[in-house]
Structures are given as structure tokens and as C-alpha cells.
Nanobody, 123 residues
Framework: EVQLVESGGGLVQAGGSLRLSCVVS????????IAWFRQAPGKEREGVSC????????YYIDSVKGRFTVSSDNAKNTVYLQMNSLQSEDTAVYYC????????????????WGQGTQVTVSS
């Protein structure tokens, strides 16, 4: 059974940092693309970042480039999203998602999702 469990969200002041974790199980960590999405109130869920060991790539949307870093720890079956210089616009529920695909920001491509973790940035 494929499972993804996020953690690490919370309340932080603008300019602060958080590190989100996504522990994955039930599939080969090396074969799947694992993405981070976020959904702010009243907005569509948007892809933020993706990492694929199979492709050897990672990507970010423009609004987080230079501030967010995605990484993985195979030994722990965990993908991280290090978020620095947080802004109020980053406030959202953050989800990790996975599937046997190449990295994409198209949310319907991902069949497996975590439950989400809330990130709130106060200005």
C-alpha cells in the first residue's frame, strides 16, 4: 500500500524557515516522481516543487526559486522541502504527491497523496 505522510508545518513569522518532511512507503523511492503541492484558501492547488531520482532532476515554480529546496534521503524514505525566507503568500496547506511518472506540476497526474500539513506565515 502506497502511503505518504507529511509533517513539519506550523506557524512562522515572515522571513522565517520551516522544513517539511514526506515519509513515503509502498513503492520504490527511486522510480517515482515526488512532488510538493500547496493550496491556499480559495485558490487552486498548485505544484511547488518536484524531485525525481529516476530523471535526476528537481524543479521549482518561479515564486519559490532561491527560497525553497527539495531533497531526498533514501535511507529514510523521506523527501524534504526546506522553505526559507517565507512570505505571507506561502501560507497554504502543503501536500506531497507521488506517482510513476516524470516530474510534472499537473496535479491530476499524481495518484498518491498525503494528508497535508498547514503552513501559516504571519506578516
Amino acid at each position: 500500500e502506497v502511503q505518504l505522510v507529511e509533517s513539519g508545518g506550523g506557524l512562522v513569522q515572515a522571513g522565517g524557515s520551516l522544513r517539511l518532511s514526506c515519509v513515503v512507503s509502498g513503492f520504490s523511492f527511486d522510480d517515482y516522481a515526488i512532488a510538493w503541492f500547496r493550496q491556499a484558501p480559495g485558490k487552486e492547488r498548485e505544484g511547488v516543487s518536484c524531485i525525481s531520482r529516476r530523471e535526476g532532476i528537481s524543479y521549482y515554480i518561479d515564486s519559490v526559486k532561491g527560497r525553497f529546496t527539495v531533497s531526498s534521503d533514501n535511507a529514510k524514505n523521506t523527501v524534504y522541502l526546506q522553505m526559507n525566507s517565507l512570505q505571507s503568500e506561502d501560507t497554504a496547506v502543503y501536500y506531497c504527491a507521488a506517482d510513476f511518472i516524470i516530474c510534472t506540476s499537473f496535479r491530476r497526474s499524481y495518484g498518491y497523496w498525503g494528508q497535508g500539513t498547514q503552513v501559516t506565515v504571519s506578516s
